[in-house]
Structure formats: structure tokens, C-alpha cells
């Protein structure tokens, strides 16, 4: 079955940088794209990024443009989001998603998540 | 930008119907997709294409869309069934995902 394992959140001072990781399994990863969506505590979903099944077409939020970015390794069946220049309001809990790659793109499948708290 | 609008609140009876509605400028000209998220779980999808379930979603779950407004059903609802619920969409004009801001189902 598809499982997506993130990993990598922490609890780190605003200005300063992390990379997220989400290792995938029990499905063809080259072939599908991935997003990442986060969630602050008590809010509501925020889609932060999504890369084709390739790593050649990528898009960012407007909140997280020119700070964040998304990346995959297909050889290591990884997805990744580069966060620098952290800001409080970047704090949530960071999913990553499997695409549904057929047809207007969806979150097909959803790892549980790690938390990243940016504070001072 | 592409706004989602979805009511806060909604509460039914169990055994009852639930609606739960998405309002968007020609959202209908659009594929929308719902998400339940439970309380300290990660979503999961339950309708995908305005109308579609994956594996393993009951048949409880329907979905439509027409003019500016997608509506998630739920038939017979359940005490399970309380839980967050978002819809969303891809907008094509600025190459996007979209969620709406989410719908508190209460199970009375």
C-alpha cells in the first residue's frame, strides 16, 4: 500500500533554514507528481507546493514563493521542501501527498505529517 | 486569486443527510475534490472529480457541481462521520491548488 513517510520538522528560531524529507513506498513514485500542504495549529489546509512526476515543472504558493522549494530524487524515491528565511507564520504541521496524476491535480494519499515550529 | 467559500458549521442527526457546499466563481467549470480530516489525523480523500470515490470510500459520499457551487453529501450519516471537511480545486490561471477553508461537520 502507498506510504509516505515525512520527516525532518523541527523547532527552529525565525531567519534560519530546514529541509523537510518525505521517503515514498508502495507505488511508482517516477510517475507521479507530489505536493506538499501544510496546516498551522487550529487552521485550515494551506497548499504550499507541487512537483511533476519529473522535477521539471514545480510550483510554490504565493506565501512561500522565493523562500521555499520543492525538489524529488527519484532514485532515492524522496520528496523534499527547502525552507530558508523562516517565519513564525510558517509553523504548522507539513504533509507530503501523492498526485493523482491523471486529469486536475489532487492529493490522492497523505503522509501524517511533521511539525515545524519557527520560534524565537 | 481563486477564493473557495465553505460555511464554518454544519450540524445533522445521525441517519440524516448532510450537506456541505463549496461556492466559487464557475466553480462548475472546474473538477473539485473533498478531504475528511479527523481530529489529529492526516486528510483523506473521499471524492475526487466532483463526483468519484477511491477505494474503500462508502457509497455514503456523493458529490456534484454546477454554477458556483460544489456540495459534498453525506447520506445516513454516522457518528464517524464527524470530522473536517475541505474541497478543493486546481486553478488553471495561476497554476494553483485551492482549499476552501474547511466545514466542521457535527453529529448531533
Known amino acids: 500500500q502507498v506510504q509516505l513517510v515525512e520527516s525532518g520538522g523541527n523547532v527552529v528560531q525565525p531567519g534560519t533554514s530546514l529541509r523537510l524529507s518525505c521517503v515514498a513506498s508502495g507505488f511508482s513514485f517516477t510517475t507521479h507528481g507530489m505536493h506538499w500542504v501544510r496546516q498551522a495549529p487550529g487552521k485550515g489546509l494551506e497548499w504550499v507546493a507541487l512537483i511533476s512526476y519529473d522535477g521539471r515543472n514545480k510550483y510554490h504558493a504565493d506565501s512561500v514563493k522565493g523562500r521555499f522549494t520543492i525538489s524529488r530524487d527519484n532514485a532515492k524515491n524522496t520528496l523534499y521542501l527547502q525552507m530558508i528565511s523562516l517565519r513564525s507564520e510558517d509553523t504548522a504541521v507539513y504533509y507530503c501527498a501523492k498526485d493523482n496524476s491523471i486529469g486536475w491535480p489532487h492529493c490522492e494519499n497523505w503522509g501524517q505529517g511533521t511539525l515545524v515550529t519557527v520560534s524565537s | ?108
Open chain 2, 1 to 108: 486569486s481563486y477564493v473557495l467559500t465553505q460555511p464554518p458549521s454544519v450540524s445533522v442527526a445521525p441517519g440524516q443527510t448532510a450537506r456541505i457546499t463549496c461556492g466559487g466563481n464557475n466553480i462548475g467549470r472546474k473538477s473539485v475534490h473533498w478531504y475528511q480530516q479527523k481530529p489529529g489525523q492526516a486528510p483523506i480523500l473521499v471524492v475526487y472529480d466532483n463526483g468519484d470515490r477511491p477505494s474503500g470510500i462508502p457509497e455514503r459520499f456523493s458529490g456534484s457541481n454546477s454554477g458556483n457551487t460544489a456540495t459534498l453529501t453525506i447520506s445516513r450519516v454516522e457518528a464517524g462521520d464527524e470530522a473536517d471537511y475541505y474541497c478543493q480545486v486546481w486553478d488553471d490561471y495561476s497554476d494553483h491548488v485551492v482549499f476552501g477553508g474547511g466545514t466542521k461537520l457535527t453529529v448531533l
